[in-house]
């Protein structure tokens, strides 16, 4: 009988341990996510070109009190443009001159590191008796930081600019997640989230 | 609840001539209403502690604690606001820990060997429910008023020692941050006589 209740003890120590959060992401892009906002009040029908900057910004600092301003690096930029045109055009959208368009994109990006140490120091103390399961570093323990990254896309319409100068922005897409893996993973991510940005944006298709 | 107080009364009467026990219980629960709307997959992860003494033979009164983990990877999916105006994807990782306090009450409709019973238990839960998407967290973690009706058998295996077998509806009423939450629990587990 006391072995029995020892078993049984064990398992509910076991059951304990197993913690609150039995399971989570497992890959990088799990963690990514996009986001879209319209305008319900904007009639999408009445616009048919777009404009869009050579370049993309990268958000640093204050450009509005004199930072200079950064550009985001050319590898990734040039993915982030591709992908925003290939979208538009297969929505029926025409690419003009900045001058005339009906709509400016303007896609901006932007990271912040988080560092993080996090330890749980109970688990040390469930396992330490048992030399049977040998030393090592108990998985609860970890430490480091992770960087994010945001890529902002915002249509912004000129005819609707206030008296202050402010510019309505009827449709805009926020894409985060981390910045981590090479450059090629990076890469197929962001173009997988702007695609997945006009995916959920139906009302930009101007031809339906 | 006069008659919850005097039971409670009598219980501390009894209590320094009164049979106690302690049970350790493996807990499956399967989610229900809101619950199983948020998270439809059964959880696995369920501990209950009881403890109890004799107010009779048949009636017993003591308190219940118990940590029952959901869990349920929602996948990649989207979800657009009531308005229609916003629309978010990614992968959603759902969780509720469910943590329950509560006073408890049973009768025992044997003295033999073999005891069904019948108990109710009242008092709070600690329901905390976890939405992560991206690297973001939406979390309600309220206290509610809990009800948990219980039905089981106790089965004597060695002297002072029970086997138990369960089942308790958990049903935690609704607050400002959380809408009701319910589930049906199956509680396997040893009872252990702590004497007199």
Partial sequence: ??????????????????????????????????????DKTFNF??????????????????ASKGDEIVFVDDEYAQVILKAVKDNLESYGWEQA????????????????????????????????????????????????????????????HREG??????????????????????TNNVDSRIERGIDQAFKQSPYLDIDK | MKYLYAILLCSIGHSA??????????????????????ISKPSFRGLTFDYRYEVTPRILVGVSAGWYTFYNEA??????????????????FRYMNSVPLLVMADYYFSEADLKPFVG?????????VDLEMGMYTWRADPWQFSVAPEAGLAYK????????????????????????????????????????
């Fill in chain 1, 1 to 38: 009988m006391k072995v029995l209740l020892r078993v049984w003890g064990m398992g509910m120590i076991m059951g304990i341990v197993c913690g609150c959060y039995p399971n989570g992401p497992d890959y990088v892009n799990d963690l990514d996510l996009v986001v879209t906002r319209f």
């Fill in chain 1, 45 to 62: 029908k009445n616009v048919r070109t777009y404009a869009i900057p050579d370049d993309v910004v990268k958000i640093t600092g204050n």
């Fill in chain 1, 97 to 156: 001159d900045v001058s005339t368009a009906d709509v400016v994109i303007f896609p901006t990006a932007m990271s912040s590191t988080t560092f993080v140490w996090y330890y749980d120091w109970w688990w040390w103390d469930w396992w330490y008796p048992w030399d049977y399961f040998g030393w090592y570093y108990p998985y609860d323990i970890y430490g480091g930081s992770y960087t994010s990254g945001t890529v902002f896309l915002q249509m912004t």
């Fill in chain 1, 161 to 182: 600019q206030t008296a202050v100068g402010n510019l309505p922005v009827p449709w805009a897409a926020i894409l985060n997640g981390l910045l981590e893996g090479g």
């Fill in chain 2, 17 to 38: 001539l009164a049979q106690s026990y302690a049970s350790a219980q493996y807990s499956i629960n399967f989610p229900m209403g809101n619950t199983a709307d948020f």
């Fill in chain 2, 75 to 92: 996948g990649y999916d989207s979800y657009t606001s009531k308005d229609e105006s916003i629309t978010a994807s990614g992968q959603q």
């Fill in chain 2, 120 to 128: 109710v238990g009242l008092g709070t839960t600690y329901n905390r």
């Fill in chain 2, 157 to 196: 295996i060695a002297e002072g020692t029970s086997a138990l077998v369960s089942v308790r509806y958990n049903m935690s009423f609704s607050s400002r941050d959380l809408d009701s939450q319910s589930f049906l629990g199956l509680n396997l587990g040893l009872v252990t006589s702590l004497g007199r």
